[in-house]
T-cell receptor, first 113, second 114 residues
């Protein structure tokens, strides 16, 4: 069965520190992978996506993610976190056909001064 | 600005009442989706549409109905509201099938059934 696991429910980092949010997926075929961010009271905004090619993908707001097929992972990283990055982050995986996407349960990020 | 517009933003329903959540997009996207978001549960797909006149069930369709008479609008109907339908509902759209382009999400409707 297809699934997405975000092992960290909540992460706290200091402003300026580096960040890594974990995402593991279970999928029978080559997945399409996404990271979304949700600010309080807002909808989800696409940060980045991976389809094929270079396994390190760059997104908006200085975020990047690395696809590791051997580990079934798609971790999100940022070298230096800003206070405005505090939000909920969702990893999602989808098929290369059809319309069923699967979202992780999210990781809540708190940034302390 | 272009995007996905959801109304209302908040609503309280009594058990057994019905309501329609509105969703409109002005990006000429063919694909539209309804998700619900429950705490600690991520997003679950309720219904989706690949174009006007075409809808299909997602992972959790029970208790909901949809229609797609135009490209722009994709309303979600709740009949006989139940406490289990208390959730935040998100509408999303994409130009082609979402896996190629990602979704554009609306800002959500927070529904409480009491």
């Amino acid at each position: 069965a297809q699934s997405v696991t975000q092992p960290d429910i909540h992460i706290t980092v200091s402003e300026g520190a580096s960040l890594e949010l974990r995402c593991n997926y279970s999928y029978g075929a080559t997945p399409y992978l996404f990271w979304y961010v949700q600010s309080p009271g807002q909808g989800l905004q696409l940060l980045l996506k991976y389809f094929s090619g270079d396994t390190l993908v760059q997104g908006i707001k200085g975020f990047e993610a690395e696809f590791k097929r051997s580990q079934s992972s798609f971790n999100l990283r940022k070298p230096s976190v800003h206070w405005s990055d505090a939000a909920e982050y969702f990893c999602a995986v989808g098929p290369n056909t059809g319309n069923q996407f699967y979202f992780g349960t999210g990781t809540s990020l708190t940034v302390i001064p | 600005n272009a995007g996905v517009t959801q109304t209302p933003k908040f609503r309280i329903l009594k058990i057994g009442q019905s309501m329609t959540l509105q969703c409109a997009q002005d990006m000429n996207h063919n694909y539209m989706y309804w998700y619900r978001q429950d705490p600690g549960m991520g997003l679950k797909l309720i219904y989706y549409s690949v174009g006007a006149g075409i809808t299909d069930k997602g992972e959790v369709p029970n208790g909901y109905n949809v229609s797609r008479s135009t490209t722009e609008d994709f309303p979600l109907r709740l009949e006989l509201a139940a406490p289990s339908q208390t959730s935040v509902y998100f509408c999303a759209s994409s130009y082609l099938s979402g896996q190629g382009y990602g979704y554009t999400f609306g800002s959500g409707t927070r529904l409480t059934v009491v």
